[in-house]
């Protein structure tokens, strides 16, 4: 297959107990692998095959929904757990923290709005906070789209984000979206998002 199922870089109860091991299993071997295996079904046989997964979002849209949903859903998740990890949360520290000072006043104002992005998305989706042409923006987006796609309302790269999917905390928060936005703060990996904004 020309894409495959990451392994996590932590177990799957180690972000406990802010998001639940049995939550985490279901997301990625699940979730996670099934927008993969479709991404990959998708792509068979096609010249995508031998695109990366950067260049095959930027032209998501003429692609058809199987590829826009499978293939944002493979690379969000990876995104997803890369910018978390046990003993994260806090802030972060260098360029980072000055870009989000310059774009929003204040790492707590910052918080705020994306926190607010994340609650606010109707439905199922992502919020993201993104490294454009001119500076950070909070943006979020519907089903499995992102912030890379030609289609996206907000294009740039992707520094941080968070899934609200139901999938990813409703085992543990049911309808209680805003509490797993709060608890998402405490795993943050500022490192990773900071590399991410670096690059």
């Given at each position: 297959m020309a894409f495959s199922l990451p392994d996590l870089k932590y177990d799957y109860n180690a972000l406990e107990p802010y998001i639940d091991g049995r939550t985490m299993e279901i997301h990625h071997s699940k979730h996670h692998r099934g927008y993969t295996n479709k991404f990959n079904a998708a792509i068979e046989g096609s010249a995508l095959a031998d695109q990366s997964i950067e260049e095959i979002l930027a032209g998501a849209g003429s692609h058809g929904a199987a590829i826009l949903n499978n293939g944002g859903g493979f690379y969000n998740h990876n995104l997803f757990w890369e910018v978390m990890t046990p003993n994260g949360g806090g802030q972060p520290q260098g360029d980072l923290m000055q870009a989000i000072n310059d774009a929003f006043?204040?790492?707590?104002?910052?918080?705020?709005?994306?926190?607010?992005?994340?609650?606010?998305?109707?439905?199922?989706?992502?919020?993201?906070?993104?490294?454009?042409?001119?500076?950070?923006?909070?943006?979020?987006?519907?089903?499995?789209?992102?912030?890379?796609?030609d289609i996206a309302e907000v294009k740039g790269t992707p520094v941080l984000v968070i899934d609200v999917w139901e999938h990813a905390y409703y085992l543990k928060y049911q309808h209680r979206r805003p509490e797993y936005i709060e608890a998402f703060w405490n795993v943050v990996n500022w490192t990773e998002a900071g590399n991410r904004f670096g690059s």
């Open positions: 006043g204040s790492f707590e104002e910052f918080r705020s709005k994306f926190s607010d992005a994340a609650a606010t998305r109707f439905g199922s989706g992502w919020a993201w906070l993104v490294k454009t042409g001119s500076g950070l923006v909070v943006t979020s987006t519907p089903n499995q789209d992102n912030p890379l796609m």
